[in-house]
């Protein structure tokens, strides 16, 4: 029998759960998740590979009418996005269907001329009722399949892969069996530092917040230490001063906890060093956001 394997991109308003979501099904954590929208900034990929299907899913950031350069990226990441697949998954929250569903949304997925897919998500916050009456409301609005999931309890999913499977093309598989994802480590160890920032700063400041990594090397391969030192690009001298904090006790706490989670990704130690620059208007300016691998 052959294999079938397709791109399924993964679009929607921000904050509705697609990372979570690439995440749960890929079962890695690959892409970061905060409460706070506009968390993604870039098209992350994350390869599923089961029996005779590959999926590779492209998490996109939350669609927005952008303000700034920063945003224009992040929308054109979504549309290119769109561009590269052969199936769309589009996610609504269903604590807000009709925000998350909109006519824009809507006359995306048209435009985009693909198979689209709406899944009606955080099903695990309504009750049976609302979730019926969400999937009429969706169905009515956009006739295509659509899929009731909790991405973050794991629910249905079973389900969602299986329709999506069937819009996938016929084909060999496109990576490895085992290959999860295929960006650097170097990408997932600034998106973790960035995950800390918008976990930590309040209000607007980890909007103004950007990370790179300068440095990634084995000090001492004895010891399996992975040296990385990265730095953190505020816009104002006042946001460097909330991201040290009293102290520093604010870097040290955002460098412990993304310290955790970049040896968890990465299954070996490492010493991380820190530091915080400020930029003035990095996400208005083009050669930094390139530089930032913000725009491609
Ligand atoms: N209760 C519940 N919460 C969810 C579910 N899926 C996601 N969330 C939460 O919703 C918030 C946003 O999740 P993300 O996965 O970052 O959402 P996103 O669509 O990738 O957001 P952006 O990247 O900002 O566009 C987080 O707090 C998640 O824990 C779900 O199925 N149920
Ligand atoms: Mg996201």
Redesign the pocket.
């Known amino acids: 029998m052959g294999t079938k394997c397709g791109y399924v991109a ?1 679009i ?12 749960s099904l890929v079962g890695e954590k690959l ?11 870039t098209r992350v990929l994350g390869i599923l590979t089961e029996d005779d299907a590959q999926m590779v899913f492209l ?5 927005l009418r952008p303000r700034g350069l920063l945003q224009e990226a992040m929308v054109r990441e979504v549309r290119e996005g769109l561009s590269e697949a052969d199936v769309v998954l589009a ?1 609504t ?2 604590t807000d269907l009709e925000r998350t569903f909109d006519e824009e949304l809507r006359e995306l997925l048209k435009s985009s001329g693909r198979p689209a897919v709406v899944a009606l ?5 309504v009750g049976g009722k609302e979730i019926f009456e969400g999937l009429k409301w969706l169905y009515e609005s956009f006739p295509t399949e659509v899929v009731p ?5 794991g ?1 249905n999913l079973d389900e969602l892969k299986k329709v999506l499977k069937g819009f996938l093309p016929e084909g060999p598989f496109l990576y490895p069996p085992e290959v999860l994802a295929d960006q650097p480590e170097r990408f997932f160890v600034a998106e973790l530092i960035r995950e800390e920032l918008f976990l930590n700063l309040g209000q607007e400041l980890p909007y103004a917040t950007a990370v790179k990594v300068e440095e990634f090397r084995e000090r001492d391969p004895s010891q399996g230490k992975t040296y990385i030192r990265a730095t953190i690009y505020v816009e104002k001298p006042s946001q460097r001063g909330i991201v040290i904090g009293e102290g520093g006790a604010m870097l040290k706490k955002i460098g412990q906890w993304a310290r955790k989670k970049i040896e968890a990704f990465l299954g070996r130690p490492v010493y991380l060093e820190l530091w915080v620059k400020v930029r003035p208007k990095w996400s208005r300016k083009e050669a930094t956001l390139r530089e930032l691998g913000y725009l491609r």
């Open positions: 993964i929607g308003r921000p904050n509705v759960g697609k990372s979570t979501l690439m995440n892409s970061i998740v905060t409460p706070k929208p506009q968390t993604t900034r998490d996109t950031p939350g669609f996610i929250d269903a998500n955080k099903m695990d916050l999931i909790s991405a973050l309890k629910h």
